[in-house]
């Protein structure tokens, strides 16, 4: 039985920041899911807010190198889908705040 | 699914020439406007000289840059040879050089500078054509950038036989072919692929998600439509289908206005950082460029035509350009020296890595520079014009500045 939790897992994650907005991947909402089987292989779905992200590579093996320091992980798989699109709906309060999406522009 | 690995982006050395040269010959531009009169046609050598400066030197040079780091990202497939862009800024650089001072100084050498630019750009064509054909799905995209590409072999071809008539006299009709050459090379390149290039940039900094693509689907064929039109027209002498193929390219670009709005209102990014606020500028300066081509249409005033094309390369390609820089090289900068660093030690955001307060001042500046100066034109008044410029020129220092500021940044991490 594996010990590693699934909040673990977003917390090891919440370490990469996109260089673009500086914000970390977990709380942009760009993570959709991360499995967690017995023998303590993890399988991450995460999206990107760009098809074009020249960073698709990097980012996600940021990702993977993130998983694999915690303690007894096995072998830690990546997959990017785009469905369901990323939007700004699934980011949280903190980065909509920053980014003005809740609140007004000069222009 | 599609990912930019690491060997299709290419090396930060490969493309950091251009963004210099081409920054150089933008502040060496703007001075140079002090020494033109407003008043002027536009068949006149020294604003002909200057054009080419300013289009090839400056809007080209940093265009292709951009296009090393950008046609994986766009149309989906590594460069053919990448190899190829290092001696393409050269082989631009000293055929502008040769080019301008041929127009203003020496006809005779101008074929020479023709050629060495026809070369450059045909390189830049191979290793793009290549690239193309590595290409699976044919997108809208890739389709435009198809059509851009001929675009410009046919407006280099041409510009490169009326250099031979200035510079060897050989026959040909200048005045029908060199509006043909303009609409060809600004039109149907430099357009088209800002057009292109902005579907892919405005969403991906701005966060736009989910809208309509419509009306830049339509400004993509209408002007592609617009320009073919233009060039068949002069090809066998109809002059209303030179005016109809003008007007089909207006409603283009109002397509493409209407585009811009749709993103603008979609974007999830709110901040006014410099990159925004050129936008902002740049879409506007196209606004009144069409504005002041649609008066000129129906006057036929000339003055009318050099204010509309002095906002749309001032304003529109300028701003585009230099709001672009502030994103592409802190980008390029941060993944060369930083990205290695990733997890091991705290690494710069991007937006750290432009000089805040002198990026403003050169936004002030040159705003001012280019409102105050088209005025000048508007009016024919050259000290209006020169004041303007002065702005400019100021605004341009401190472009140039930012730019070395931003390519120096974390040099000590090599």
């Known amino acids: 039985m594996c010990s590693i939790t699934k909040e673990q897992v977003y917390e090891a994650i919440s370490t990469v920041i996109d260089p673009e907005v500086g914000f970390n991947l977990v709380e942009m909402g760009l993570i959709y899911d991360a499995i967690v089987e017995e023998s303590c292989n ?4 995460m999206t990107l807010s760009t098809r074009g992200c020249p960073l698709h590579q990097m980012i996600t093996q940021w990702v993977r190198e993130a998983v694999e320091r915690i303690d007894g992980v096995g072998v830690v798989e990546v997959e990017v889908v785009w469905e369901p699109a990323w939007n700004i709906s699934m980011a949280a309060d903190n980065v909509k705040a920053a980014l003005g999406a809740g609140g007004t522009a000069m222009w | 699914m599609f990912s930019i690995s690491k060997e299709y982006a290419p090396p930060f050395e490969m493309i950091a020439p251009f963004f210099k040269v081409g920054t150089f010959f933008y502040l060496a531009g703007v001075i140079f406007l002090l020494f033109l009169d407003p008043g002027s046609s536009y068949t006149d050598m020294h604003i002909v000289g200057w054009a080419h400066w300013f289009l090839l030197g400056f809007v080209m040079m940093i265009i292709f840059g951009a296009m090393a780091q950008l046609v994986p990202v766009v149309v989906e497939v590594g460069h053919f040879s990448v190899d190829l862009y290092l001696i393409i800024w050269p082989l631009l650089m000293a055929g502008t050089m040769i080019m301008s001072a041929g127009f203003v100084f020496a006809p005779g050498i101008l074929p020479y500078g023709g050629v060495l630019v026809l070369v450059a750009m045909v390189i830049f064509l191979y290793d793009t054509t290549m690239t193309l054909k590595k290409v699976q799905y044919i997108s809208l995209t890739v389709k435009t950038v198809a059509a851009a590409n001929l675009f410009l072999l046919s407006g280099i071809i041409t510009g490169f036989v009326m250099s031979l008539a200035i510079g060897e006299g050989i026959s040909v009709d200048i005045n029908k072919w060199l509006s043909v050459h303009a609409v060809l090379v600004l039109g149907g390149y430099v357009t088209l692929t800002i057009i292109g290039l902005s579907l892919i940039l405005l969403p991906m900094f701005g966060l736009s998600h989910g809208f309509n693509e419509t009306p830049i689907n339509r400004a993509f064929k209408l002007m592609i439509a617009g320009v073919l039109g233009y060039f068949f027209s002069a090809l066998v002498g109809i002059e209303w289908g030179n005016y109809l193929s003008l007007v089909v390219m207006f409603v283009a670009v109002g397509f ?3 585009q811009i709005v749709v993103i603008y209102k979609t974007r999830a990014r709110k ?5 925004a606020k050129s936008m902002f500028f740049g879409y506007g300066s196209l606004f009144a460029a069409l504005a002041l081509g649609a008066l000129w249409f129906l006057t036929g005033a000339e003055r009318l ?19 672009h820089l502030y994103k592409i090289i802190p980008f390029l ?7 290695p660093l990733v997890g091991k030690e705290r690494v710069p955001m991007l937006h750290e890595m432009y000089p805040k307060k002198e990026a403003e001042y050169e936004f002030i500046f040159s705003a001012l520079g280019v409102a105050i100066a088209g005025i000048g034109i508007l009016f024919g008044s050259a000290t209006l014009f020169k004041a303007g410029v002065s702005f400019l020129i100021v605004g341009a220092g401190f472009m140039f500045y930012s730019v070395v500021w931003m390519i120096n940044y974390g040099k000590d991490k090599e």
């Open chain 1, 42 to 45: 993890v399988k991450v779905v």
């Open chain 2, 333 to 339: 900068v941060w993944f060369k020296r930083y990205s």
């Open chain 2, 305 to 323: 035509l050099l204010d509309a094309a002095w906002f749309l390369i001032m304003g529109f390609f300028t701003f585009l350009i230099n709001g």
């Open chain 2, 271 to 275: 901040e006014n950082d410099i990159w």
């Open chain 2, 256 to 258: 493409y206005l209407q």
